[in-house]
């Protein structure tokens, strides 16, 4: 978190006066800053970054409705402002839409549609690429690189990179986002599916479930041993086909109604008994309702939009559902 801090402070001093995307503060999620992994020594710290429009421009959040009814999917559509007025002037900026192209390629910066984008939408690869121009550039410049060595990873869709002290290593992940409304809920660079199109942005919900995480811990006695519990399923699952996502969205869902103070040292057999138990149920029903999505009891902290908040649940084992051979094989391995 320090050297994001870090690596934030000198994107804010590069970009200031750049029509590239605003970066604010990077947000940590998934197992990492959700206190919980199943193996410590794979960890991958994963940081979402927010990206807000520069001047000049607009986002907007466009719903695929061709795709998968099951993942949200979106495009971001990039829109030029006009910043003629003197109250939107900036530094004697030109503005894109009313200047002459001439005098727009003489004397100022391309607009973001003619860096970052395909057409009119944000392009994800592009952006990617960007950031690793930006990790590269920007490194030398922090105190942590005195000490420590950077290798920037191979990806497309995410900026990857190791920073290595000769006795440890962490691997770190940025990915980038844009925020819908002033929710918790992101539209992303990760990707769900493989072969996702580099101007699709997936609805991310990892912004909101640390969140949640976040909320419970400061809910819980100090000898709770949720987190415990969480970690033991998902070491034991690793091979098996329950992905760490199912047994985490099982447990948020037992968080979310089993009483805090029921979650001591003292009853952590009963809390696995209860994890186990609704594994097998979810299994053999073929059911398990996405923690986020449609999730009327959540705390009031966390801010949904509304489309997100009313939506009909998801089912995270659809597949069960469809695929009878996937359902036998699931309860063989339950």
């Known amino acids: 978190s320090n050297l994001m801090d870090n690596f934030t402070i000198y994107f804010g001093h590069v970009l200031s006066n750049s ?8 947000i940590g999620v998934g197992s990492a800053f959700e206190g919980w992994s199943p193996r410590e020594e794979d960890v991958v710290y994963c940081m979402l970054v927010p990206m807000t429009p520069p001047q000049g421009h607009s986002f907007h959040l466009e719903l695929d409705t061709a ?13 030029l402002e006009c910043t003629c007025t003197r109250e939107q002037q900036h530094e004697n900026m030109l503005c894109f839409l009313h200047h002459p192209e001439e005098e727009l390629r003489r004397n100022q910066d391309p607009s ?21 121009q930006l990790v590269r550039a920007i490194w030398p410049a922090l ?24 006795t440890e290593t962490f691997r ?3 990915l980038f986002g844009v925020r819908q409304g002033d929710s ?4 992303s660079s990760q990707p769900r599916e493989a072969r996702t199109p580099s101007t699709v942005w997936p609805e991310s919900y990892a912004a909101a479930e640390v969140k949640f995480f976040k909320y419970i811990s400061r809910q819980v006695p100090p000898d709770s041993l949720h987190l415990r519990c969480l970690q033991f399923f998902t070491r034991l699952q690793l091979g098996l086909g329950f992905s760490t996502y199912i047994m985490k969205t099982i447990v948020m869902h037992l968080l979310n109604i089993v009483p805090v103070s029921r979650w001591r040292r003292r009853d952590f057999v009963r809390r696995l008994v209860d ?6 149920l979810c299994v053999e029903v073929r059911r398990l309702n996405h923690f986020i999505v449609g999730n009327q009891r959540l705390p009031g902290e966390i801010r949904l939009p509304p489309e997100v908040q009313t939506a009909k ?17 699931a309860m063989s391995e339950y």
Not at 144 to 166: D, I
Not at 184 to 187: E, G, P, Q
Not at 313 to 329: F, K
């Open 19 to 26: 029509f590239y995307p605003v970066l604010q503060r990077a």
């Open 67 to 79: 795709g998968q009814r099951r993942v949200r999917n979106f495009s971001v559509r990039v829109q």
């Open 112 to 132: 973001l549609l003619d860096t970052l984008c395909t057409g009119s939408y944000l392009d994800v690869q592009k952006t990617a690429r960007w950031f690793y």
């Open 143 to 166: 105190p942590q690189s005195h000490n420590w060595h950077l290798v920037l990873l191979p990806s497309r869709r995410s900026c990857q990179f190791k920073v290595s002290n000769g």
């Open 172 to 174: 770190i992940e940025l």
């Open 184 to 187: 918790d809920i992101f539209v």
């Open 275 to 280: 994890i186990s138990e609704n594994l097998r």
């Open 313 to 329: 649940t998801r089912n995270l084992l659809h597949h069960l559902v469809v695929d009878q051979v996937a359902h036998s094989q």
